[in-house]
């Protein structure tokens, strides 16, 4: 059964900071992974989406890579914003009809 | 393009009264579609997908059934709510194969 770890389950930075969140996961045979973004109360909005065969993935000042071996992603944040503010989620797909293990979450406080 | 309807966005029942959430999708045709649920703080558990009309996949026993009487629309009910049923309801689409899902908004579920 996969596993999807995110850690820390909080983090605050000064605003401006590069930061760096994870996700990991135990069973690598994966068909893609998606990193989201969920403001309070609200749904999940897509951020990045990474195919297996893929290492990264790049939208503005978000990178997101991907290391099948090893069971990790990392969304790489630049130049962070109090807009930044919010929980980050990763999910992990594994089989072609879609259903796919979520992550608890990273919530980040960015500080203006 | 592609939108996902989630409604009613906030909703408090008592217990035992009957609950029917409904989802569309529109600008795709024969989505997956899924219900997930979200505990305060946590990741989201998958309840329900469905890959077709009238195909149901259960992922927790419990007090609530799914169904998808068309091809865009799926309906998440019981027949008499408990207050373990209270969270955040998300229901979201994707397309067989290595793609995302996409959320709908939510619904906030009290039941008092």
């Known amino acids: 059964k996969q596993e999807v770890t995110q850690i820390p389950a909080a983090l605050s930075v000064p605003e401006g900071e590069n930061l760096v969140l994870n996700c990991s996961f135990t069973?690598?045979?994966?068909?893609?992974l998606q990193w989201f973004r969920q403001d309070p109360g609200k749904g999940l909005t897509s951020l990045l989406l990474?195919?297996?065969?893929?290492r990264e993935q790049t939208s503005g000042r978000l990178n997101a890579s991907l290391d099948k071996s090893s069971g990790r992603s990392t969304l790489y944040i630049a130049a962070s914003q109090p807009g930044d503010s919010a929980t980050y989620l990763c999910a992990v797909r594994q089989t072609n009809a879609g259903k796919s293990t979520f992550g608890d979450g990273t919530t980040l406080t960015v500080k203006p | 393009s592609q939108t996902i309807h989630q409604w009613p966005a906030t909703l408090v029942q008592p217990v035992g009264s009957p609950l029917s959430l409904e989802c569309t999708v529109e600008g795709t045709s024969n989505p997956n579609l899924y219900w997930y649920r979200q505990a305060a703080g946590r990741g989201l558990q998958l309840l329900f997908y469905s890959v077709g009309i009238g195909q149901i996949s259960s992922e927790v026993p419990q007090n609530l059934s799914a169904s998808r009487p068309q091809d865009r629309q799926f309906i998440l009910s019981s027949k008499k709510l408990l207050l373990s049923d209270s969270g955040f309801y998300l229901c979201a689409w994707s397309l067989t194969g290595a793609y995302g899902y996409t959320f709908g908004s939510g619904t906030r579920l009290t039941v008092v």
């Open positions: 990474i195919q297996s065969s893929q």
């Open positions: 069973d690598s045979a994966i068909y893609n």
